[in-house]
């Protein structure tokens, strides 16, 4: 039972009506008039909706705060005893220097530095720490340029990720009179080193635009070099591996559109092939031709095809990888002499290299029953090497040089973890679970060789299920804090992702979005009837899509949840695809569907949204927790979610609203103030199931 009286938030009235169905909104008020200000400018929010959210903070301190302070500390510690805090990357040579971040003890932020590659002393070249100042910092990368004097940089300092790109002379180690304002963070440095091309976004905050700055000349006078005009569509750049080409990307998360300009003239865009709806595509270059992962044809779960350069256009493509059904093509390298792609086969990543001179062919894989996989090519084009990372639930990050050539791996970096860790303590183990209409869906376990698999253990089961985003078998340093205290940890592989290749994703979106949440139940049920957790002692966690997923399962069953975790939750769906003037919401369409248009999508996303299925039923204790600057899942989102639970559910189980009034989507800035999220999260785990917090394994 509570000690303190939770906030009631006022209800106000509000009604919209579409496609003659009228619906009524109280808490529709939370929603800031202002909101494009209150993402650059947090107290510029309206004083009635700030009191109501710091009333929540404040009953989430008196409740839950103040109550597991000790247990979070704990928590804490271990996750931050299980980080290397002088930790470093491993070098990426390009040219006379090799690249590397690295992290000093006690710091939050990283350190960018090179070496020469023919020795000598490290230079630092931006120290993040010294640059974040004592408030919110959100550091978005850097790019040096080819000639190896400048370096561009861009940071948020608000968590409404608008970047200020600034330029640092790394002769003399400061930055030049020049600031890029109010960018995405993107930026790619012209081949002669004169000129940054950036992306911009427009009222709503959508990246709409790229602009070439000329170094040396006011913002203003910054050329538009391409600028979309349909809001369904965002925009991004990037360059080609072989440096020939910077890439301007359209996209929807269904459609999109590559424009081409030449980086040795700075010409003007040229367009690879016309946008076609369900169409996407991606361009690499090598000796004029280009190579491009596309599902166009039918290939849904990716081919790769090339044309010339010169004429790329939709009828001179050409199948070189051709579509293999459930061998799912992720990602692709071109390098000088070979191609490198990543692909998944039954639901496991792997490696395949391309040898151009004879077309033959070499598979990288590991033989763990689940694992991660990723490669990076590094800066060089003309190489015969490239790195590749690996990890399991069980085994910490490991990062190889793999010599194409030869097929052989150098270990490079291996994870530490300083205060121990013994990968055989622990067990992985894939299982599938049976959804409602036969497919089976995959599960990743992870837990402790000594919990007893006897249906008493508690469990936290995680899920997404959103966007074609797989979540990947990887290691974690903060999972091992439940595990270590009898936790069984699952990670629930739905539809929505692409863990199955693409007909998983499309079985999970926009008609089929339903299947994600029902799959994940089942993952849960398969839990509980194969006695890896116990029927009453299961927590669920998901963020923002996955956060929805947590709304849509607490209303379905909330007899199954011993605690819902829900991070940024994405739970006023309707509302939210209804808005169109909102960031997201135009290029969301085609993921969730239209409800301002179709009357059928209407009433299916109002038949599952969160925010509008609340109904008066006992929910288990809930978790909710935002970010006031959140340009993606907007603070009033949870704020609304749980004000209308407190008013309308039949129970008094545990609800909190913790939010950020300082961060946006990603949370608190600074690893280790991340980790404070984490060890409240899984504070209300322990305490939604029951265990005291002592550690049960060593």
């Known amino acids: 039972m509570p000690r303190s009286t939770p906030p009631v938030a006022a209800q106000k009235p509000h009604s ?156 003399t180690g400061t930055d030049i009179a020049d600031v890029i304002r109010a960018t995405t963070g993107d930026s790619i440095w012209s081949n002669d080193s004169t000129a940054l091309y950036y992306t911009e976004y427009d009222e709503n905050h959508r990246p709409y635009r790229v602009r070439r700055h000329v170094i040396g000349t006011p913002q203003a006078d910054d050329a538009i ?9 965002f925009v991004g750049i990037g360059r080609t591996q072989s440096d020939k080409f910077i890439v301007i990307d359209i996209h929807d998360h269904q459609t999109s559109e590559v424009w081409l300009i030449d980086a040795e003239t700075d010409g003007e865009p040229r367009l690879v092939a016309p946008r076609v709806e369900g169409r996407e595509y991606e361009v690499e270059e090598r000796d004029g031709l280009l190579y491009i992962r596309t599902n166009a044809d039918g290939a849904e779960d990716y081919k790769i095809v090339t044309a010339p350069a010169d004429e790329p256009s939709f009828e001179n493509w050409s199948d070189f990888v051709p579509h293999q059904p459930g061998v799912l093509i992720l990602d692709i390298g071109i390098l000088q002499r070979y191609m490198v792609r990543l692909e998944r086969n039954e639901g496991l990543p792997r490696i395949v290299v391309h040898t151009f001179e004879d077309q033959s062919e070499r598979t990288v894989r590991f033989e763990e029953e689940a694992y991660a996989l990723g490669m990076s ?105 439940l595990v270590d205290r009898g936790f069984v940890h699952a990670t629930a592989h739905i539809r929505g992702g692409m863990e199955k290749g693409y007909r998983w994703y499309r079985q999970g979106r926009h008609h089929h979005k339903t299947n994600t949440f029902t799959d994940f139940i089942a993952a849960a049920e398969t839990l509980i009837a194969e006695r890896f957790a116990a029927p009453d002692k299961i927590v669920a966690q998901g963020g923002s899509a996955g956060g929805m997923l947590m709304g849509a399962i607490a209303n379905m069953r909330p007899d199954l949840w011993a605690g819902i975790i829900a991070q940024v939750p994405f739970v006023d769906v309707l509302n939210t695809m209804l808005d169109d003037t909102l960031p997201l919401t135009p290029p969301e369409w085609p993921e969730w569907g239209n409800p301002l248009t179709s009357p059928d999508d209407y009433r299916r996303i109002a038949a599952y949204a969160p925010y509008e299925q609340v109904s008066h039923k006992d929910y288990p204790p809930i978790l909710a927790m935002a970010g006031l600057t959140d340009p993606r899942v907007t603070y009033w989102e949870p704020a609304k979610w749980v004000a209308r639970l407190r008013a309308t559910r039949s129970n008094d189980a545990p609800l909190y609203l913790k939010t950020n009034m300082g961060a946006g989507h990603a949370g608190a800035s600074g690893r280790f103030e991340r980790i404070k999220e984490t060890a409240i999260a899984y504070a209300f785990a322990l305490q939604s199931a029951g265990v005291d917090g002592t550690v049960s394994a060593a």
Not at 79 to 85: A, F, S, V
């Open 377 to 481: 090519l590094g800066f060089e084009f003309d190489t015969t090497s490239f790195h590749l990372t690996y990890s399991s639930p069980t085994t910490p990050a490991r990062t190889y040089a793999y010599d194409i050539a030869t097929g052989e791996r150098t270990l490079l970096k291996e994870q530490e973890i300083p205060s121990g860790h013994n990968p055989d303590a622990y067990v992985t183990r894939r299982i599938f679970a049976e959804a409602p209409d036969g497919e089976m869906v995959p599960v990743t376990v992870l837990y402790h060789r000594d919990t007893p698999l006897d249906g008493t253990a508690p469990a936290l089961l995680y899920g997404y299920g959103a966007y074609g985003m797989a979540m990947p078998a990887a290691f974690s340093t903060s999972v091992l804090s």
């Open 225 to 233: 070099i391409y600028e979309e005009k349909d809001p369904g569509f």
């Open 16 to 171: 919209t009506t579409h496609h003659n169905i009228t619906r009524q909104d109280p808490y529709h008020w939370l929603r800031a008039e202002n909101w494009q200000q209150v993402m650059q400018e947090p107290e510029s929010l309206a004083p009635q909706i700030r009191d109501y959210l710091e009333a929540e903070n404040a009953y989430y301190e008196a409740e839950f705060g103040k109550p597991t302070e000790a247990l979070r500390e704990t928590i804490y510690g271990e996750i931050r005893g299980r980080i290397k805090e002088d930790d470093s990357g491993v070098p990426t040579p390009d040219g006379p220097w090799a690249y590397n971040s690295r992290m000093r003890t006690g710091q939050q932020y990283p350190l960018i530095v090179r070496t020469p590659r023919d020795g000598g002393d490290e230079q630092i070249l931006l120290d993040c720490n010294e640059e974040a100042g004592e408030g919110y910092f959100g550091f978005a990368g850097a790019e040096h340029d080819f000639s190896h004097r400048f370096m561009s940089w861009a940071a948020d300092r608000a968590g409404s990720e608008y970047y200020d790109i600034a330029i640092r002379d790394l002769e």
